[in-house]
């Protein structure tokens, strides 16, 4: 079913906020204390992300054909990205009949050194990334994962 | 906190929908086999009832100061909307220092037999509904909840 | 792959507490505040029925060979653990390949009128039962699960 | 109410598993493919440790007062757990009155370089350690959570 040309979803286009919706009134959906007052209005409510990430991890372990993935994750904010599809790819693999191994590895980017830029990314942490060759890789970051492997791209 | 009027929460208008909003992609969250096909999109993403029933049972025990409530279920489509609202209640109640008691009782409506219209609406199960009179009772039907004590109504 | 004889496994025995065993400490999970004072110890944790629930769900759909299920709770015991294995049968089948329709009916078992036994156990409630006839049907009572079509049995 | 001695929970026992506990049978839960074969039995659930989290994140928000708090994640090996126990803080904190601020930052330790000891436990990644000083800093390494702040520590 995977991999029929006219079937492709386009997965880059993601959710797209018009740019006349208004948003979900704040009364809706519970927030942290410390935002009060300064949020006017929810864009994307975290159940969306929720559910889009639950997608993806289906989408993911299509593409690859539930071969082995190392997971690299892009410090800081990718973290809790990674963990919620991590759980997910765990989920889908505990409850099929394949076979899925998955590593998580952690690397964080710098581009700025004592406020001046140093004009390339520098990767600090993780071991050395010459290990991951040959591999399939995801890398998360943010809430954007990108499949080096294939050069596929899946948006949130 | 809770209580002074200018702040005071507009429950009843719960998820709004324009008519100009065409959906989100079906691409972009998994739903059941048997729906393929059917659908053309996603109006509200399962993670948005998930979210709203979050802040609807955190209204409800600042509502009802943390009393003993009794919930009444409306079968067949409130019971898992009433398992998600009764598990956030609890949730909140086990996580903080407020005592709150919950019972959980079920009734079916029936407004037709044998495609012949009663007239009245009857209320099939549930014990005596007379052991109700003076406590708190929420009546959870649907995607809708209805707090019969202070006559205030919650919507997803 | 179910079926083989020897590799059933032995559905019927679920978890099981040896006599000797002192339970979990209280103080190493929440509780309901109403709770205090009544409770020495834990014996289940919620967490292990629900990794168990899981598990029965991936066990059920292997078995049934992902056809259609009614499924049949027992009120009022029964709803929170059918609510949470119709949730996990939903992701199962949501994450696969395979179709499955699931039916949620409720019923409800009475053998006391006025605190008399009636002899026999009289059904309340639900659509008529004839209906059921040649269906896959698992009745769902307490953290019990019965395969009626298969006279299996599935235990917490 | 934290800190009076009389009620001060015994955090450092956590889950103690006696010698002749045989764990439970692997049918009763699901687990990876990946481990069919090379498990005999089940020691601690996974749902035990989410029940576990779940208690020691109310315990942790009622030491520190609902002050700030750095969280220090140890990586590899802690950023699920420590996913989760911000999961649970943040669930607690959004149904509280209360404010509760929360950074997470990543460390790796390392004490061997190219199979040598190097005698000492050298840190990397993660900002300048010397601006934690004076702050609520939460350790999370494995399944062990280290309240540097008041020296006291939870084990799950």
Redesign the interface.
Known sequence: ?AGSSEEA???G????I?D??PG??L????????YYGDLDYVLI????????I??LA?DILKDIGYCDIVIL?V??GG??F???L?EHL????????????MK???I?LKSYRNDQSMGEMQI??GHDLSTLAGKNVLIVEHICVINEHGKEKYRV
Chains 1, 2, 3, 4 share one sequence.
């Open positions: 079913m979803p386009d997965y286009r993601g959710v797209v018009m006349s919706w979900y009134d009364d809706l959906f519970t927030y942290p204390q410390h409510p975290h159940g969306i992300i929720v559910d889009r639950e997608r289906k994750c410090l800081k973290y809790k990674c963990a919620d991590v765990k989920n889908i693999s505990r409850n099929s009949d394949r076979f899925v191994s998580v590895d952690f964080r600090i942490g």
